[in-house]
């Protein structure tokens, strides 16, 4: 379409659109932090509200205190379980030694060693007994530990049980919530849509046209990318209701701006040639020729064979004509011959005129 436009004129169409779309990226950016804060309205509501505070209170607590002592226990067992080791390695380390001494005592067959066997025996009994208490306070601390992690999921089990008391009118709470700010987001961007359907059916022709455009093409971004992706997944009924609110107001418009074009048609082609002729803009009936259109009736402009095409078969507007100085076959709608700059009506060139 800008290709038919004037230089100027094309270039003011550009800066117009710039301008429509710096209005547009202005409201959309004021826009977007409005319906930003709309959830702030009010604060979403908390599984733990709906449930019983005192008992919920107390088994919270009792949570916290079977987390600490499994805490400590966990810790008092690996310090146990070092020392155990610890003393296993003791032990075995001992008994090696031992046994290598053995092997010396029997080699040698001195009986003065006697005595230091029964030492070294002694000491040996001692460090396994050191190992067997180190083994029976890691047992013990396996047990208590078994014993509050047995507690722990009990008291688990309890409040899961106490929350999930609590779930159902959490979730109907929650449905309210999502609904309300669903609402406000709906007020305000159903009016901007409202106002941007407006604008484009009675402010079309304006002057202000550009500004207008910017607010169109930003009640359309509200509408699609802030309402939309914010629909609730189970508000079906609020998803399908907006459509069909939606397609009947599009469907009405379309059908009325339907009737009134075919009227509009009909009344135009009850006109004599020369009338229709008047009502035509030059420029747009020259483009709608350029794609083989008729400018008169709209329907595509029909040939018979070889035969030129000069008026339209389906309204009989004259398409075509020739030059009255030179007999070239031109446009009806230009202005001036394309090959001598005769006038349409038989007037002189521009140049001679200027002349």
């Not at 460090?127 to 047995?150: F, H, P, T, Y």
């Not at 020259?286 to 309204?315: H, Q, W, Y």
Request: aromatic residues 8%; positive net charge.
């Amino acid at each position: 379409m800008l290709k038919s436009l004037r230089v100027p004129e094309r270039l003011f169409q550009i800066s117009m659109w710039v301008i429509s779309l710096v209005f547009a990226g202005f409201l959309i950016g004021l826009g977007g932090k409005v319906v930003a804060d709309l959830p702030r309205l009010e604060e979403p509501p908390a599984l733990d509200q709906f449930a019983d505070q005192a008992a919920l209170s107390q088994l919270r607590e009792r949570t916290m205190a079977a987390h600490k002592r499994q805490g400590e226990l966990d810790s008092q067992r690996e310090r146990l379980r070092l020392e155990q080791a610890a003393a296993g390695n003791a032990y075995q380390s001992a008994d090696e030694t031992f046994r290598n001494w053995l092997s010396t005592r029997k080699a040698t067959t001195d009986p003065a060693q006697d005595p230091e066997v029964v030492r070294r025996t002694h000491e040996l009994d001692d460090l396994k007994g050191r190992q067997r208490e180190a083994q029976a306070r890691v047992e013990a601390v396996d047990r208590d530990a078994l014993a509050a992690e047995q507690a722990q999921q009990a008291q688990q089990r309890e409040l899961d049980a106490l929350l999930e008391a609590a779930r159902k009118p959490y979730e109907h709470a929650r449905f309210v919530n999502e609904m309300r700010v669903f609402g406000a987001r709906l007020a305000v961007t159903l009016p901007l849509l409202a106002i941007a359907g407006w604008l484009v059916a009675r402010k079309r022709r304006s002057e202000y046209w550009p500004l207008m455009r910017g607010f169109v093409i930003f009640a359309l971004y509200a509408f699609f990318f802030e309402l939309v992706p914010y629909l609730p997944s189970y508000g079906g009924y609020v998803r399908y209701g907006v459509g069909i609110v939606l397609t009947a107001i599009a469907g009405h418009y379309g059908i009325r701006l339907m009737r009134r074009y075919l009227a509009r048609r009909q009344e135009i082609e009850r006109q004599t040639e020369s009338e229709r002729r008047r009502t035509l803009a030059a420029d747009e009936a020259i483009k709608k020729l350029a794609v083989n259109v008729c400018p008169g009736c709209e329907r595509p402009v029909m040939t018979t064979g070889d035969a030129a095409t000069n008026f339209c078969v389906s309204c009989g507007l004259k398409l075509y004509d020739r030059c009255g100085a030179c007999e070239t076959r031109k446009n009806a709608f230009f202005h001036f011959c394309p090959t001598c700059g005769t006038g349409a009506a038989g007037a002189p060139t521009a140049d001679a005129s200027v002349a």
